[in-house]
T-cell receptor, first 112, second 117 residues
Framework: DGGITQSPKYLFRKEGQNVTLSCEQNLNHDAMYWYRQDPGQGLRLIYYSQIVNDFQKGDIAEGYSVSREKKESFPLTVTSAQKNPTAFYLC???????????FGPGTRLTVL | AQKVTQAQTEISVVEKEDVTLDCVYETRDTTYYLFWYKQPPSGELVFLIRRNSFDEQNEISGRYSWNFQKSTSSFNFTITASQVVDSAVYFCALSEAPKTSYDKVIFGPGTSLSVIP
């Protein structure tokens, strides 16, 4: 089955720790995205990538880092520099930026 | 600059009522694409429709219909005979024809729909 997987579903982090959220797609899509969603809020774009080995900062990139070494993978690292990382993180992919996005099930990150 | 406005933050309707979710967009491009997504309580967004700027035909899919009007820069979404399973947050989104690696999709703030049994 084609789709997007995100792991883990729930993640707990102590303050000061870096954590990496996984996002994998087998849809052969060129573009991939990371969004953050806070309770009752909309989607905010963290990073996006239109092609392998290239990515761009979104609206709230500070405290986050990504890599795009393979077409199917776009991991997101939440660093200790992110002051308020507790949120719901969604990964998505699309054939190109003007095509519909397919979303993963999300990772809920909680900082203890 | 691109912008998507969904002025209705929350809407509540009684089951079987019709409801329209508004979406107004801004873009300088003549070629662009509009989308609607549904986010049920589980959290995963589901794609509903994609429309390009050259196709102003309205679309109907079961109880769902979309009204695209370039003259008013609107792409409204109507649910007919609403059901409890329609309760979700609905997002409208806009992207322009890709030109650079900086092009991206802009999402509206979302409208939370509650259908009361």
């Amino acid at each position: 089955d084609g789709g997007i997987t995100q792991s883990p579903k729930y993640l707990f982090r102590k303050e000061g720790q870096n954590v990496t959220l996984s996002c994998e797609q087998n849809l052969n899509h060129d573009a991939m995205y990371w969004y953050r969603q806070d309770p009752g809020q909309g989607l905010r774009l963290i990073y996006y990538s239109q092609i392998v080995n290239d990515f761009q900062k979104g609206d709230i990139a500070e405290g986050y880092s990504v890599s795009r070494e393979k077409k199917e993978s776009f991991p997101l690292t939440v660093t200790s520099a992110q002051k308020n990382p507790t949120a719901f993180y969604l990964c998505a992919s699309s054939r190109q930026v003007n095509n519909e996005q397919f979303f993963g099930p999300g990772t809920r990150l909680t900082v203890l | 600059a691109q912008k998507v406005t969904q002025a209705q933050t929350e809407i509540s309707v009684v089951e079987k009522e019709d409801v329209t979710l508004d979406c107004v967009y801004e873009t300088r491009d003549t070629t662009y694409y509009l989308f609607w997504y549904k986010q049920p309580p589980s959290g995963e967004l589901v794609f509903l429709i994609r429309r390009n700027s050259f196709d102003e035909q309205n679309e109907i899919s079961g109880r769902y219909s979309w009204n695209f009007q370039k003259s008013t820069s609107s792409f409204n979404f109507t649910i007919t005979a609403s059901q409890v399973v329609d309760s979700a947050v609905y997002f409208c989104a806009l992207s322009e024809a890709p030109k650079t690696s900086y092009d991206k999709v802009i999402f509206g703030p979302g409208t939370s729909l509650s259908v009361i049994p």
